[in-house]
Structures are given as C-alpha cells and as structure tokens.
T-cell receptor, first 115, second 114 residues
C-alpha cells in the first residue's frame, strides 16, 4: 500500500525567506511519481511541481524546487523568496504504477507567510 | 478556455436526500476522478473512470454513485446512504489513465447537510 506523510500541520515563514515543507512516502513500487499541489482558501488545487522516481536531477519550477532523496524516501518542497500569496495549504501526493493513475495524498501543511 | 467546471459551488442538502454534483471537462481527457476532502485533511478517492461507460470504486465509495455516459461528463451522486456527506468535493481529470501528466482539478463543490 502507498502512504504519504506530511509531519508539519502548520508553518510560519517570514516574507522573502525560504521555507521547506516535508514529505515522506512509502511504496514498494520502483516506478512512481511525486507531486506537490497548492490549495488556497478558495479550494482549488494548483499543481506546482513533479518528480519522477527515475529522474536524475531534482525538479525545479520557478521559486519551487523539490529536494528528492530517494534512499530516505523523502520529497521535500522548497519555496524560495516567500511571498504573501504563498499562504495556503500544500499537499504532497504520489502516483505509483497502478491501473487508473490514482493519486495518494498526504494530510497537508498549512503555510502562513508573515509580512 | 479549456478546463474543468464543477457546479454548484455550494450545495445544501437535507438528511435523507440524494444530490448530484456536476463535473464537466473540455480537455478531451479520457480519465476522470472524484475526491472528497474533509476539513484540515488531504484528498481521498471516491470513484474514477478511465473511459466512457466504465468506472471503478476508490477508497471511500460507499454511499456514492457515478455515471460516465459522455467523455466530458462525470457526475457524482451522494446518496442518503452516505452517513456523513458534509465535505468539499473535487473533480479531476487526466489525458489517459496511463499518462505521466498531472491531474487537473476543478474548483470544487462544498456540500453541507442540514
């Protein structure tokens, strides 16, 4: 069975500073993908970044980067130069090589950016 | 614009009533999904459909039903058998069930049982 764990229910960060959101996963499937989504108070799920299990380099998308440590089964999201608009819930999710392309989600981390 | 629409945005239901949540996409995606989100928690899969006229149960299908008569539409019915239906419901789609792309989400429907 697949499992995603996000151990930080809530975090504060000062505007313009970097922050790391933790995500650990568990799967026995050698082929998998890891996703991060942002959910503002409006409720929509916004895709941020993706890392494949066979990717050699850590994924980056603008101010978002993924610190992928395969041996430790962690896929932490790093947000650089935090902005007030980054305040939201953040979810880590995993897709394994399953029929149906289903995602398993973690419980989320609420990030609050202080001015 | 291409995307996923869900309606209504807010829905109120009396106990014992069935209600249907709409999900429509014009992305020409084959696979569609329904998730439930309770306050402060992650998303859990209710049902998914890989192609028209086919759908599979997810982790929490009890008390829900779906249909997939058209490629662009995947309505979810919350039946009276669902004991605690108050939640936020999100619909998603992806090009195919084997695609390595991300799932795209609709804006969600917030259901409240009175």
């Amino acid at each position: 069975a697949q499992k995603i764990t996000q151990t930080q229910p809530g975090m504060f960060v000062q505007e313009k500073e970097a922050v790391t959101l933790d995500c650990t996963y568990d799967t026995s499937d050698p082929s998998y993908g890891l996703f991060w989504y942002k959910q503002p108070s409006s409720g929509e799920m916004i895709f941020l970044i993706y890392q494949g299990s066979y990717d050699q380099q850590n994924a980056t998308e603008g101010r978002y980067s993924l610190n992928f440590q395969k041996a430790r089964k962690s896929a932490n999201l790093v947000i650089s130069a935090s902005q007030l608009g980054d305040s939201a819930m953040y979810f880590c999710a995993m897709r394994t090589n399953n029929a149906g392309n289903m995602l398993t989600f973690g419980g989320g981390t609420r990030l609050m950016v202080k001015p | 614009d291409g995307g996923i629409t869900q309606s209504p945005k807010y829905l109120f239901r009396k106990e014992g009533q069935n209600v249907t949540l709409s999900c429509e996409q014009n992305l020409n995606h084959d696979a569609m999904y329904w998730y439930r989100q309770d306050p402060g928690q992650g998303l859990r899969l209710i049902y998914y459909s890989q192609i028209v006229n086919d759908f599979q149960k997810g982790d929490i299908a009890e008390g829900y039903s779906v249909s997939r008569e058209k490629k662009e539409s995947f309505p979810l019915t919350v039946t009276s058998a669902q004991k605690n239906p108050t939640a936020f419901y999100l619909c998603a789609s992806i090009l195919t069930a084997t695609s390595t792309d991300t799932q795209y989400f609709g804006p969600g429907t917030r259901l409240t049982v009175l």
